[in-house]
């Protein structure tokens, strides 16, 4: 996580990110570490956290972010498109997303960060979804993009969703 932040406020001082840029992308890293405690020692009727499975980032170039991640911290580079390639840290299930931004956009920015639950079950977990309002819409087989109350995207996945 320091790593995160550092490179956080690295691209903040580089003038790559504004301050609300930074900030948003500071209380995603401190919520995903959090972990999802219920507030007020409420308990929790929603869905139980148990990793970041990815995140989704626009930049100018994704090769150069791509070279980057995979010669600094030896990333592998699976799924490269053209335009975007999935970069997989370490052993794990975790993948951060490179792409390109889309003509008019201002990169680099957090496009979405997808959370990986336990007790995956598409149909429950949609109807849960639902249930609070939060408009489900269906990404794979193994996940949903929901919305948070800040209009941030968040992916909500299976632990079957993999980087290919």
Known sequence: MEKMIAKLLDDFDHGKMTRRQLIRSLAVVAAAAAGTTPAFGETSKGFRAVAVNHISYQV????????????????????????????????????????????????????????????????????????????????????????DPNGFDLQISSKDMKPA
């Open 60 to 147: 100018n170039d994704y090769t150069k972010t791509r070279d980057f991640y995979a010669d600094l911290l030896g990333m592998k580079v699976v799924a490269d498109t053209g335009t975007q390639c999935n970069l997989i840290i370490g052993g794990t299930n975790t993948f951060v997303i490179p792409r390109n931004a889309p003509q008019g956009s201002t990169p680099p920015r957090v496009d979405h960060i997808a959370y990986t639950i336990e007790n995956w079950d598409k149909n429950a977990v949609k109807a849960e979804l639902e249930r609070r309002g939060l408009n489900p819409q269906p990404d794979t087989e193994n996940s949903f993009h929901i919305k």
